[in-house]
């Protein structure tokens, strides 16, 4: 069990809390060690562990037990942490509120999205018509396989391919993918036990195209990627075959439709995501609409080109 920290001189009343230090001490707190909220944060483990020491100091008590497997809040570190996540959702509602109050079609907005939907989606055919139309509106792009956290304002708007099922938020799905085999117009012919297959392996996060691919396809895959975009640009060059969004024919005359007799593949949707009190909000509206609009070319891929009977 950890030590109180050494009170401080008789007389002296603690120093004022530092809020950068309140937020650290939830970060903690929700991902159960130092090390975690340090990977998370992108900072070193020694830093917050030598923040966290501090903030006990001005406390003058101890809110975290140190075990072996990571840190374990006291009894008053429980209730320290309810108090900041109650100042935590007092704030961002009250930047919610001012954002509210936002009138010109300018600032910021955070979109979080995949990888492969902002190369092939976003930035070729949204960012240009967003600048075009408001040339004051800012975009940040955070890709990742990982949910942004949009009731923490993570993000202000996602596209999402699941639709959310908890938080005060909107949702709209803007666009249904059909998935079908996919290769280079080179391997048109080849039966499914002839073709090299392409894998993708997202670690903790679930790839529907993957577990079909694995169902309806008896070989081991070739080649094994990391991301949606190395598995797409694998069958460009001609390495393989994979399970891919019909859409995606679209990029490349050289690829087609391959025709092995499988069952249909699954369907993905697209959703666009923001919490209820941003979506009015001008900057939020205008993204939002830009993205409904434009990304629509998806829904409309060139008709399959199957390999020859």
């Known amino acids: 069990m950890a030590r109180a920290p050494a009170p401080a001189p ?19 707190a929700r991902a159960g060690s130092f090390s975690a909220a340090a990977r998370k944060l992108g900072i070193e483990q020694s830093t917050v562990s030598r923040r966290m020491a501090s903030f006990e100091r001005t406390l003058r008590v101890a809110v975290f037990d140190r075990l072996p497997g990571g840190s374990m809040l006291t009894p008053l570190g429980e209730q320290l942490r309810r108090h900041v996540e109650s100042m935590e959702a007092g704030a961002d509602q009250l930047v919610r509120e001012a954002n509210g109050h936002e009138r010109e079609v300018e600032g910021l907005v955070r979109l979080a999205l995949t990888e492969s939907i902002a190369v092939h989606g976003v930035i070729p055919r949204v ?16 890709t990742s396989y990982e949910a942004a956290d949009l009731g923490h304002r993570e993000a202000e708007i996602a596209v999402r391919f699941f639709r959310p099922r908890s938080g005060d938020l909107v949702a709209a799905r803007i666009v249904t993918l059909p998935t079908v085999p996919i290769a280079h117009r080179k391997h048109a012919k080849k039966s499914r036990d002839e073709l090299d297959w392409i894998g993708v392996d997202l670690g903790s996060i679930p ?4 577990d079909y691919q694995k169902r309806h396809v008896r070989r081991a895959p070739k080649l094994v990627v990391s991301s949606y975009i190395a598995q797409l640009e694998a069958v460009r060059a001609g390495l ?5 969004p019909r859409s995606v024919l679209d990029l490349d005359d050289g690829l087609v439709e391959l025709d092995l007799g499988l069952p249909a593949g699954p369907v993905l949707e697209l959703w666009l995501v923001t919490p209820r009190s941003l979506r009015h909000v001008p900057r939020i509206a205008a993204v939002w609409d830009a993205l409904e609009e434009q990304l629509q070319f998806l829904n409309g891929a060139r008709r399959a080109r199957a390999r020859p009977r």
């Open 10 to 28: 008789a007389g002296r009343p603690p120093a004022d809390v530092d809020w950068a230090d309140l937020r650290l001490f939830l970060e903690v």
């Open 127 to 142: 960012l240009p018509v967003l600048a075009e139309r408001h040339p004051r509106v800012s975009l940040h792009l955070l």
């Open 207 to 210: 790839a529907v195209e993957e």
């Open 240 to 244: 393989g075959a994979a399970v891919l």
